[in-house]
């Protein structure tokens, strides 16, 4: 059940692919030098190893137990928490107005991986309080961040983020919850449902953000407002004080993240919770878009952080187990089944792929980092439409594929895969609630098809598939036979890529492509993973002409690239035919023949 962190090729991706160099000469991220990052990473990697990766098995069997509206974490939760806070390791990325350490969000998601690969279950909590904060800190009054921010910077109070109810899942037009003025702040009452973290015992306060309702608000998602309503109240001193009238219900009993607990909340079941307006009545579902789209992003980091723990272990499986006489064994004696060819495939999949995914999480991050900081005015406007374009990427791929991998880690397994005390199956299990958190995939995909691609008229997608082709150009002129061959699968890819979204831009209407917008978004992920895995190629081989370069490693790097590019990328033509083809019998029967 061990974890060790892959900081070599966190480091590889921040320094050698996306620029770290680059992001630390921005104004504000200055103290972002190679030598800082690299012991963060260092400093993480103990942390994670140490100790959020031993609680994880424990935290699963265990789980959390409420009982009287109180929830209690499993053993161990509390002091991993303290610890967690003590060496503020959630504030990386935070405002230095509010006791953050200013970093970019780039070094922030590269550790972020390592807590939900040691223990996604643990690495929830945080998730959502950042989340909470970016919302408070871009759309709140200066009183209500002066109150709230500094605490949930720290760690020491968490916050969440409340948004369904029992009739309203994604259609937040349904939301019935109910806020009600008086005096400086509004009563509020309500029911919301699948609150992660909504009641714990790891803080000494939660700050929830609440989406509801004014009594004259316009109907749909035009009449919803946001809310800070806190679990304790606070005094004049900056002390708790009562408890709100909030309370949780009960908590769900789920197929995975047992030790996070998803909770049913309620507010207002005597005289109503007292809450704090956010910025302006009405403009709710904009500022609670603020935290979705930061949670999107740290989402798709939980798939490819799970999916790098059930490699870990399907690799360490792989070398021990001895099964059958094998074909890639140095001797008679070498029967590791990680000497079977198939084997080897199902490895070299999971371990492109989470290359892939990580580089693109991390090269989306960056993006949003240069729109932040960068100087120039039309760079930071370019960036901010790349972040947007690849974070539904970022969130939609990469846990649909973080799913699929450690599916395949439970196969590498073989039946001991399928017997919980192996432990394979539970990263499968908590692996499977990331494709439906903060948004199903489908609900990214039409995200992607929509705001991201037809109403700028495809401008962000162009940007995008023209470094792609300046990649693609890079590769060629190499003049090395393994870039020859990932130039082979790239160019037409990105052919397809781009004949896929001309059609979608020349649709009247968004029914045709809305059947087969998974797809779309799936070939685009598998197009920008292999962007990120080529880049990781190219600079491999420059880096290989360095003296003391570690040629084993670089050449790793190469050929997973390689491999991705012969496996993966096909699949991004045979996409292009279903997006244009598909959609039309998508959609032929009527719900009665289904």
């Known amino acids: 059940m ?22 630390a000469s921005l104004e504000g991220f200055e103290d972002a030098s190679k030598d800082l990052v690299d012991a963060i990473l260092e400093e993480s990697a103990k942390f994670t190893g140490d100790v959020l990766a031993p609680l994880n098995w424990s935290g699963d069997q265990q789980g959390s137990q409420w009982k009287d509206g109180e929830v209690v974490t499993p053993d161990g939760w509390k002091e991993a928490y303290s610890q967690f806070t003590e060496s503020g390791w959630g504030s990386l990325s935070f405002s230095t107005e509010f006791g953050g350490q200013g970093l970019p969000m780039t070094v922030a998601a590269a550790v972020q991986e390592m807590w939900h690969s040691a223990n996604m279950s643990f690495g929830l909590c945080p998730l959502l309080t950042q989340g909470a904060v970016d919302a408070i800190e871009h759309h709140a009054s200066d009183e209500l961040k002066q109150r709230y921010l500094p605490k949930m910077v720290e760690g020491v109070w968490s916050g969440t983020m409340n948004l369904t109810e029992p009739q309203a899942g994604s259609d937040l037009a349904a939301v019935r919850t109910k ?53 304790f109240l606070i005094n004049d001193d900056e002390s708790l004080g009562a408890r709100n009238d909030v309370s949780c219900v009960s908590i769900e009993h789920k197929l995975g993240i047992h030790a996070s607990p998803t909770c049913v909340m309620s507010y207002g079941d005597n005289d109503g919770a007292i809450g704090y307006l956010v910025g302006k009545e009405n403009q709710g579902l904009v500022y609670m878009f603020t935290m979705m789209n930061q949670a999107r992003h740290a989402v798709g980091v939980e798939g490819y952080g799970i999916a790098e723990r059930a490699y870990q272990k399907a690799v360490s499986y792989a070398r021990d187990r001895k099964q059958g006489k094998t074909m890639l064994g140095k001797d008679a004696d070498d029967h590791g089944i990680i000497n079977h060819p198939d084997v080897r495939r199902i490895l070299m999949t999971m371990r492109s792929n989470i290359e892939a995914m990580r580089g693109l999480g991390l090269e989306c991050a960056a993006a949003f980092d ?46 001991m895969g399928f017997i919980e005390e192996t432990g394979a199956a539970q990263f499968l299990r908590d692996a499977r609630i990331a494709p439906i958190y903060e948004g199903t995939t489908a609900i990214q995909a039409n995200d992607l098809i929509g705001r991201k691609t037809s109403r700028d008229g495809g401008q962000g997608m162009s940007e995008l598939l023209s470094d792609m082709q300046e990649v693609l150009v890079q590769l060629k002129q190499a003049d090395h036979l393994d870039m020859k061959a990932i130039s082979k699968r790239f160019e037409p890819a990105i052919a397809s890529a781009d004949k896929a979204t001309q059609w979608l831009l020349g649709q009247n209407d968004a029914t045709l492509p809305s059947a ?19 880049r990781s190629a190219l600079a491999a081989l420059a880096l290989k002409k360095e003296d003391g370069a570690d040629h084993g490693y670089l050449d790793a790097k190469i050929m997973l690239a390689r491999y991705y590019a012969e496996r993966m990328l096909p699949l991004v033509e045979s996409s292009e035919i279903i997006v244009v083809e598909g959609a039309e019998s998508t959609i032929s029967l009527d719900s009665a023949q289904l």
């Open 179 to 231: 806020a009600v003025p008086v005096g400086d702040h509004y009563l509020i009452k309500g029911q919301k449902i699948y609150i992660t973290y909504g009641e714990h015992d790891l803080t000494e306060n939660i700050i929830h953000l609440v989406l509801a309702r004014l009594p004259d608000a316009p109907e749909g998602v035009k009449g919803i407002s946001l809310f800070v309503v806190p679990k």
């Open 516 to 534: 087969t917008s998974v797809e779309f978004l799936m070939m685009l992920g598998r197009l920008a993973g292999g962007w990120m895995i080529a």
């Open 370 to 415: 240069r729109a932040r900081r960068h100087s120039d005015p039309a760079t930071r406007e370019k960036m901010q439409r790349r972040g947007e374009l690849l974070t539904p990427l970022v969130k939609g791929w990469s846990t649909e594929m973080g799913v699929e991998l450690c599916s395949l880690g439970v196969q590498v397994h073989g039946g």
């Open 2 to 23: 061990t974890y060790t962190a892959p900081v070599k090729d966190i480091a590889f991706v921040l320094n050698h692919v996306v620029g770290l160099d680059e992001l």
